[in-house]
């Protein structure tokens, strides 16, 4: 088994009486690409301050690479790439003197060639200030700024918010310019789940707090699917199947998403209420989640591990 | 170098205050000077003192002697002005503050990161206010300026009133560093630094207003670097 790089233990943070994270356990090994998402106020923002210890857990604990979150020595955030929601950086600063800030932490490793090269490429121009930068402007900075250091695991809080798609393309082609890079293992929180399709290999869906999946991409994509029924007369009146997140009934179908369902298990299904045929319909990434996660079905939360 | 790439930084973001306070300082010490010496002579002229009276203990406390009785609130307030501004900017301004989660994760210890601002701000005031004050006391004990110089308490009386300036920011950051409500114990630190500052007033031994300096920039320092390193950001 490779090393695990980002290990949280039932991690919990209360803001007050509010929970913001609940007991979250992940293992995250050594060159993973792992997309971290949820809605707003799910905790993602809060789950990654925890583990790079800017905040306090009220229980259980956080390691990053060997090391516990809340006593992080420099020598460990040396190795730690972060950028920050909303890329807030000394405004005051231009790029060259944010270049200069961001070296004197990194005497041995800051790559020069690497920053400039991703400079040149997001064609930013060195000598502006970060106020006078567009927001995609200052989030490609903030990206160079991580990287250049080579970090051996990177952490990025929601980093394509705001941007548009162009500019979010650009982005992600320079964090794969990282993945590139050989064992290097980053995680990143995002709302847009195109993001987290092109470059992640495993996605960790939190929501309300609360630890929802986590698990391949391609598991993620299989386990979470819509079915469509169609009846000669009409639809059952009650829907008992495991995996029921979502239902919608018209005179003659029934629209039902379904989550950790097999091919078997909906024939069987339909045999037993006897319905004419059925659809498998394939959904996108961003349906799979909307469904996954949608307010209405709380009650029906699905604990799902990793098969 | 990553110290001093921090204080680099956090000395560049107090220049503007800095410059501000000296060219305040410059200007009214300058107008103030001058009406001074003209009426502290007059004073002596008329005889409404005689040498030696301004500095009797009878006449004597802070800011008592005639010269001091003008600058010195000014430079108190200065002080205090610029010690509350940087402790506002460093501590309390969203638009900074919302740095600080790529602030704390610089490879070097949170407590190197706490002290190269104050370090910054003490050199703010050392660049500031001190050569200023250090020229108006060269100016003023010349002998063609004033018929009775004024004694080296003046003088000391001065720094009094910067270290004062120096308590306020400590006080300031300490209530910003506070994420409790401000009307609870957020404004401890800001009621602390007023504390020491009417304390050192109703004093007349420089001693004694050293020592209540040094044991409240003691209290304030230790309760900063505690709640720096224990706080969430």
Redesign the interface.
């Known amino acids: 088994m490779s090393e695990i790089v980002l290990e949280t233990k039932a991690l919990t943070k209360y803001y007050g009486d509010s929970l913001a994270v609940d007991h979250l356990d992940l293992k995250i090994p050594r060159g993973c690409i792992c997309g971290f998402v949820g809605r707003n106020g799910a905790g993602k923002t809060t789950a990654i301050?925890l583990m790079?210890g800017?905040?306090?857990p009220t229980a259980g604990s956080s390691r990053l690479l060997g090391c516990d979150s809340s006593r992080l020595?420099?020598?460990i955030?040396?190795r730690?790439g972060?950028v920050?929601?909303?890329h807030?950086?000394?405004?005051?600063?231009s790029i060259a003197g944010l270049e200069?800030?961001q070296r004197?932490?990194?005497?041995n490793q800051w790559d020069d060639k690497f920053f400039a090269d991703m400079i040149e490429y997001f064609d930013l121009p060195k000598k502006k200030k970060i106020k006078h930068l567009s927001n995609g402007q200052r989030a490609q900075v903030s990206l160079a700024l991580a990287l250049a250091p080579n970090p051996e695991l990177l952490i990025m809080d929601d980093p394509t918010l705001g941007l548009d798609a162009a500019i979010r393309r650009q982005f992600l082609e320079g964090m794969i310019g990282l993945i590139m890079r050989e064992g290097r293992t980053v995680l990143f929180s995002s709302h847009i789940l195109g993001d987290v399709e092109r470059v992640s290999e495993r996605i960790v869906v939190i929501d309300k707090g609360v630890l929802r999946a986590y698990c391949s991409l391609e598991q993620f994509q299989e386990a979470v699917r819509k079915v469509i029924f169609t009846f000669a007369d009409s639809v059952p009146n009650e829907v008992n199947i495991d995996g029921l997140l979502h239902c919608k009934r018209t005179e003659k179908q029934l629209e039902l998403t379904l989550v950790g369902i097999d091919d078997e298990q909906i024939a069987e299904w339909a045999r037993s209420v006897r319905a004419e045929n059925y659809d498998i319909v394939k959904m996108n990434l961003e349906d799979q989640f909307i469904e996954f996660t949608a307010p209405a079905n709380q009650k029906r939360l699905f604990k799902w591990e990793e098969r | 170098?990553?110290f001093?790439?921090l204080l680099k930084?956090e000395l560049?973001?107090c220049l503007p205050w800095m410059l501000l306070a000296a060219i305040v300082f410059i200007a009214v010490t300058s107008v103030l000077l001058r009406i001074e010496t003209y009426n502290e002579n007059n004073d002596y002229r008329y005889s409404r003192f005689s040498p030696g009276t301004v500095i009797s203990n009878s006449h004597y406390n802070l800011t008592n002697y005639p010269t001091m009785n003008e600058i010195g609130p000014w430079l108190f307030v200065l002080s205090v002005g610029l010690g509350l501004v940087l402790g506002i900017r460093q501590f309390w301004i969203p638009?900074f503050t919302?740095?600080w989660?790529?602030l704390?994760?610089?490879?070097?210890?949170r407590i190197t990161i706490l002290a190269a601002k104050l370090t910054a701000t003490s050199m703010a005031f050392v660049i500031s206010i001190v050569p200023i004050w250090i020229g108006i006391y060269w100016y003023v004990t010349r002998p063609e300026v004033f018929t009775v110089p004024p004694p080296l308490r003046f003088f000391i009386e001065g720094w009094i009133f910067i270290i004062l300036g120096f308590v306020t920011y400590l006080g300031t950051a300490l209530s910003g560093l506070s994420t409790a409500k401000w009307y609870t114990t957020k404004i401890f630190g800001l009621a602390f630094a007023a504390v020491v500052m009417l304390t050192t007033f109703s004093q007349w031994s420089l001693v004694w207003i050293f020592t209540v300096i040094a044991v409240s920039t003691a209290i304030l320092l230790s309760q900063i670097f505690q709640t720096f390193l224990?706080r969430?950001?």
């Open positions: 301050k790079l800017l905040l306090q020595p420099p020598a955030r040396q730690i972060y920050t929601e909303g807030r950086l000394f405004r005051w600063m200069k800030f004197a932490f990194f005497p | 170098m990553r001093s790439s930084k560049r973001e638009n919302r740095t989660p790529f704390i994760h610089r490879s070097v210890s224990r969430e950001f």
